[in-house]
């Protein structure tokens, strides 16, 4: 049955296209947590509250199903196949998610078998990192019109467009989220964003996981300094997919898995007051079926349904989160582990630090031949350690080890120092 609208229509919508960071604020909500501990969601762009959830994007639960469709262009012969440029993506892409969320998530491709023509020469689109708005209009109105002869929008909530690698205007250092501030209409949905991807052949470690994070509302977690020289790791390090898919431990902090549902409402702990509170910390990596390091040295297993988060609020829109990081599933080669601990901020914008590492060994580093940013490479508390938390007078001791590796650990909130 042939479909029922019009490539003109699409045309006219992207002819008004947002820049990459720019997005309506929350005023779509569904509420999520009622835990006090829970910043509100501001309207920051991705902002870190997790009140509520933004409905303007997708929520990663359940099976999710995505679409590839390849672009060559006139002035090019591709030299790879679509099959060999989605097996660059997937099915790593797709285990990276069903890791991280406990199997509670799955990511499912329908990548298209073969290549779609764009009219113009890939030059054409003065493709880069910090792209003309009108440009980038231009690619994606061409893209829309090539694709609406094949694709049924309507059955994917993930779109990914994958230009030819090996045409002489792809920038790779371009690939990014596109989002809509007038949503493109078509097969009776609105679709709000579009993950273009401009990668090499093979591409970087991760980097479709990464812009498909901010199709499920998460924030740049790097640092992009403002002559484009100097390191882009220092808020986070290695400690999430969001700041670096390079990194040694690119697991999703546990708040980001609070906030996108993954985690159940037991197994975040909103610690306040003066007195000392002792829990058990289980290794954020462990779910069902993931083995963990145990006490003696060996795999242990049935790990997956304690507590993964704990939370000392710091102020309106502040938190300081703990959690435990291990040497398992998507952290299998982090550098150090111990119990991580990090700010959060609800009113900081995407890129501008809305999570910091702080570093409980702030005068020596590791890891330096392989880490992106060394200094945070040993940031966790390690076993039989203390540390008070510099400026927050919260204080955090890692006590021990249970026999399944489980983290008992004492956050005492105390006083602002």
């Not at 242990?300 to 704990?310: I, P, Q, S, T």
Request: hydrophobic share 40%; charged share 20%.
């Amino acid at each position: 049955m042939p479909k029922l609208r019009s490539t003109a229509a699409v045309c006219t919508t992207l002819s008004a296209l947002a820049a990459t960071s720019i997005l309506g604020g929350p005023a779509a909500a569904e509420p999520f947590s009622t835990t006090p501990c829970a910043l509100h969601r501001t309207d920051a762009h991705h902002s870190e509250g997790a009140d509520t959830w933004n409905a303007d994007y997708t929520r990663p639960t359940g099976v999710l199903d995505a679409v590839m469709v390849f672009l060559s262009f006139p002035d090019a012969a591709p030299r790879t196949t679509p099959a060999e440029l989605a097996a660059d993506h997937f099915p790593a892409t797709s285990r990276y998610y069903e890791q991280a969320s406990y199997g509670r998530f799955t990511l499912r491709p329908h990548p298209l078998r073969h290549w779609l023509r764009m009219p113009h020469p890939s030059t054409a689109y003065a493709i880069k990192r910090d792209w003309d708005v009108d440009d980038r209009a231009a690619y994606l109105r061409d893209a829309f019109a090539v694709a609406d002869k094949e694709v049924d929008f309507s059955r994917y909530r993930v779109v990914y467009f994958v230009a030819d690698p090996d045409a002489p205007g792809v920038d790779s250092d371009a690939t990014k989220v596109v989002n809509l501030d007038t949503p493109v209409h078509v097969d009776g949905v609105d679709i709000r964003r579009v993950v273009t991807v401009f990668e090499k052949h093979p591409p970087d470690r991760l980097v479709l996981a990464h812009e498909t994070g901010h199709v499920f509302d998460l924030p740049d977690l790097y640092h992009r300094p403002v002559d484009g020289k100097g390191d882009w790791d220092t808020y986070v390090g290695d400690w999430d997919l969001m700041g670096s898919q390079f990194g040694l431990s690119p697991d999703v902090f546990a708040w980001h898995k609070w906030k996108l549902g993954w985690l159940d409402p037991r197994q975040v702990v909103c610690v306040h007051g003066a007195r000392p509170t002792r829990l058990t910390l289980e290794p954020l990596e462990a779910g069902p079926g993931v083995p963990v390091q145990g006490t003696a040295g060996a795999p242990a297993f049935g790990l997956g349904h304690g507590v993964k988060l704990a939370i000392v609020r710091t102020g309106p829109d502040s938190a300081l989160a703990f959690e435990a990081r291990g040497a398992a599933g998507n952290d299998r080669a982090t550098c150090r582990q111990g119990v991580l601990v990090y700010r959060v901020s609800s009113g900081a914008e995407s890129g501008g630090g809305p999570v910091e590492v702080v570093d409980a060994h702030p005068h020596t580093e590791a890891c330096w031949e392989n880490s992106v940013y060394p200094p945070l490479a040993d940031a966790p508390v390690a076993l039989g350690e203390s540390f008070t938390v510099p400026g927050e007078g919260v204080h955090v001791e890692v006590e021990g080890r249970t026999a399944s590796g489980a983290w008992t650990v004492r956050i005492t909130p105390g006083g602002r120092g």
